[in-house]
């Protein structure tokens, strides 16, 4: 079959996790025997509205359109309305002369959802890969209200993207159930979990000590990598760095970019945090290089969500065997899921006490963190590799068709 995937982000230019699962799974869909094509925005400043080039052997399409990213939100919105435009105008002769059988959504963004109902138009089965319930989120954050005019823009397009979708993957159980309860009517929704590929990185392809580097070879580092956004609720990691400011050997490495970067650095200031290291977004390659040289992932998610996100960074966490310590909303699955499986210790967000003893813990014991990031890595083996990913979509997919 020949598949079109639409990320809104894609590599190398990107260090968002999902620029890097939506690679390793086209791979993997190659593997397979599939075509696939990436279909993803561009730069602004390119002379073309269309560039084609091969990426790791897979091949890209980049639409020339506006950024998305590390811009002011008013702006951003006009942008992302603006992608599906700028994406059929930039490859519509192409799909016409060689339509595609499956069109892989990932939302977010909310906006491609015309884009995957002109590729439906023209033969696609389309998957929604749900992750994010925008603007659902926003919302719960108290950022915009429901029944704003704003909100109910989003909620059109959020509207058209699962109206597009002849099957739509969410991520948890908890998801699953939350999905039905606010948009009732969709009958083909499935639990689709978070994926990686599941090989550690080779130590021989490591050509930095970050450690050595950043000042930290004598340290236990609690690591962060990713989006730092109000989603995440940093002040909240931020809230543990500070109450473990007297114990020396502990080092809280944040790496990344988003909304809350300027919060974090006005807490260090503020707190006067000389445990905390504030580092912006890396390359893949260098991220993948501080996992294997740090000692405890990190991840936080608001108290405010309603929504169950399963974070992207666990995975590459669990790839490297890192223990886990995070935060999150309450009835959030992932605290069950990483507390049975002893891949790490999660709380509800707002229990700093029980948070900091378990990071505690995992400072003062080298047995429990090897303990814990091997558990860590049997349980990305068993539920989140990228060949059961693959094979769940191409088995839906061909169930599709066929009937």
Known sequence: MRFALLPDAYLP??????????HELAHELQKNGHQVVIITPGEPEQQLKLIIDVYDGVEVWRFRTGRTRGIGKVKRAINESL??????????????????DACINY????????????????????YLILRDM????????????????????????????YRAS???????????KLFNQLHPGYSNVKILMN?????????????????????????????????????????????????????????????????????????????????????PSVSQQVYRELLTQTDIGLFS???????HNFPGKLLGYMVESLPILGSVNRGNDVIELINQHKAGFVFENGDDEAFFLAAQKLLSSTE?????????????QKYFSVESVAGQIIEQVTLGENS
């Open 107 to 126: 939302s977010p963004t909310i906006f491609f959802g015309p884009l995957a109902k002109r590729l439906k138009a023209h033969g696609a089965y389309v």
């Open 301 to 307: 998610l608001s108290a405010k969500h309603t929504a």
């Open 13 to 22: 230019s990107s260090t968002l996790v999902h620029a890097k699962m939506f």
């Open 195 to 279: 994926w990686a590929d599941t090989r550690p990185l080779e130590r021989e392809s490591v050509g930095t000590d970050w450690r050595k580097a950043w000042g930290l070879a004598d340290k236990i580092v609690f690591f962060y990598g990713g989006n730092i956004g109000h989603a995440q609720d940093m002040a909240n990691l931020m809230r543990l760095a500070k109450s473990m400011i007297n114990m020396p050997e502990a080092h809280f490495l944040f790496v990344g970019q988003g909304d809350e970067v300027s919060l974090i650095h006005q807490l260090k200031e503020e707190w006067q945090l000389s445990n905390v290291t504030i580092k």
């Open 166 to 176: 002849d099957c739509i993957g969410v991520m948890s159980e908890a998801n699953l």
């Open 134 to 161: 925008f603007p659902q989120w926003v919302i719960d954050q108290g950022m915009i209200k429901e029944g704003s005019l704003i909100t109910r823009y989003f909620r059109y397009f959020e509207r058209l993207n």
């Open 83 to 100: 992608l599906p435009i700028n994406a059929w105008l930039a490859i519509k002769s192409k799909v016409k002369k060689q339509p595609f």
């Open 368 to 380: 429990l963190r090897a303990n814990t990031g091997i558990a860590a890595r049997q349980l990305l």
